[in-house]
């Protein structure tokens, strides 16, 4: 009879107890639950005023590409002292190399490279004639760089000499060359090395490949900049 008595209570507390731990294990998910909630309001909100303070902010989209320094396509050091360029520049002369055009990164170090030999030897001058080259790779070499003056035209002028790798009679610069120069140009405006109402000048041809892509470049930096 005792064992019949007891029994029953052992259940209903058992029962109890079950009921009781359902109950906190609620509770905990209930906490759990507002506290994301609260946590993504946080985030959103946050969000929301970062996004309204940016607005009216934003600054030119650059499209990425690759600088090849110097020594990266073994260039030889300048002969002399050469005169220095005075930054900003407003004035770019775009020229073509009038060499075979080039599409890996190895032909088109190489192809540099000769270019300088020429330059220095042929035409008996301290370094390679432009700035700046542009390859069918999709990259911007170095050459006089930033710092040392063209000498394309009068020595006493301060322009910035670009030269796209190839011959652009009967065909138009390679895509990844234009856009390479145009995401290069977009930078160096940023970067207050080149004014942002900077003129485009041709090297002396009748190519209208070529004076498209001039045409096409001033436009691109004049929208940029609203000039």
């Not at 946590?39 to 309204?52: A, C, K």
């Not at 607005?55 to 650059?62: A, F, Y």
């Amino acid at each position: 009879m005792e064992l019949n008595e007891t029994t029953p209570l052992v259940a209903t507390a058992s029962v109890s107890r079950s009921q009781q731990e359902g109950r906190n294990a609620h509770l905990i998910f209930d906490k759990i639950w507002t506290g994301c909630l609260a946590l993504v309001l946080i985030v959103g909100f946050f969000t929301g005023l970062y996004l309204l303070l940016q607005e009216g902010n934003e600054e030119p989209i650059t499209e990425s590409f690759y600088l090849v320094p110097r020594r990266y396509w073994n260039a030889e050091p300048p002969s002399v002292d050469i005169p220095k360029l005075k930054l900003p520049v407003n004035r770019i002369l775009l020229s073509q190399t009038n060499t075979t055009s080039c599409e890996t990164c190895s032909d088109c170090e190489m192809q540099v490279l000769d270019i300088q030999k020429k330059h220095k030897g042929f035409l008996n001058r301290p370094d390679i004639l432009y700035n700046f080259l542009v390859g069918g790779d999709g990259r911007v070499y170095e050459g006089r760089g930033w710092k040392n003056k063209t000498e394309w035209h009068n020595p006493d002028e301060n322009i910035l000499s670009i030269a796209l790798l190839g011959n652009f009679g009967d065909q138009p610069p390679k895509p990844s060359q234009v856009e390479a120069l145009l995401a290069f140009l977009d930078l160096s405006v940023m970067k207050n090395r080149i004014t942002p109402c900077v003129s485009v000048l041709v090297d002396h041809t009748e190519n209208r490949y070529f004076l498209d892509t001039a045409f096409q470049l001033e436009v691109f930096i004049r929208d940029q900049n609203k000039c």
